[in-house]
């Protein structure tokens, strides 16, 4: 994976009452974002549209969470949950987002999502849940780790950043 590692740990926050929309297709590319989700986000509208949703999923998000959020929506439901997006740099985001079909002559035809922010108490309540998930699931494991200086040398020549 391409990451920045430098902007890993970087939080940016999604501003009390904006709202971030997307629309997508049925298999989940984007068809529409608007400028709140383009800032938080670090890509473009122009960037997000035509790519597929997945162009922000986090590595500490649990498979579980998105094979659960697309079985309701599949079924006509909504589904509502917290999410840990990847900014375009590396960064990274929570939401609360809610997800779900669009129907037209009663045919699903797109889908669509509206987040907001979420308090600090429930990042820490969620970052715990989820690494707990994925450990149970032996889905990759973020680990923070202090290097000697040599090792990072000989490390950091595979990190580009
Ligand atoms: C309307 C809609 C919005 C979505 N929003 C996100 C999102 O914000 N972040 C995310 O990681 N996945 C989102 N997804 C789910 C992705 O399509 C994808 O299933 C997920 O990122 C897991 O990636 P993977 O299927 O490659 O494992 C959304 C899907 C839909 C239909």
Do not use: C
Request: charged share 25%; hydrophobic share 35%.
């Amino acid at each position: 994976m391409d990451y920045n590692y430098s902007e890993f740990l970087i939080e940016t926050e999604v501003p009390e009452g904006e709202v971030i929309i997307s629309r997508t297709d049925l298999e989940g590319i984007i068809t529409h974002a608007n400028d709140v989700f383009s800032k938080i986000s670090g890509y473009s509208v122009d960037e997000l549209i035509g790519k597929p949703h997945n162009i922000l999923r986090h590595p500490d998000m649990p498979k579980s969470a998105f094979a659960h959020m697309w079985q309701s929506i599949q079924n006509g439901e909504t589904w509502q949950g917290y999410v840990k997006n990847m900014r375009k740099d590396g960064g990274f985001y929570w939401v609360f987002a809610e997800i779900s079909g669009v129907h037209k002559n009663g045919e699903l035809v797109e889908y669509k999502s509206i987040r907001s922010p979420i308090s600090r108490a429930k990042v820490l309540e969620m970052q715990k849940k989820y690494d707990a998930i994925k450990l149970a699931e032996k889905d990759t494991i973020r680990v923070v780790h202090y290097l000697s200086y040599n090792e990072y040398q000989k490390r950091a020549l595979h990190i580009k950043g």
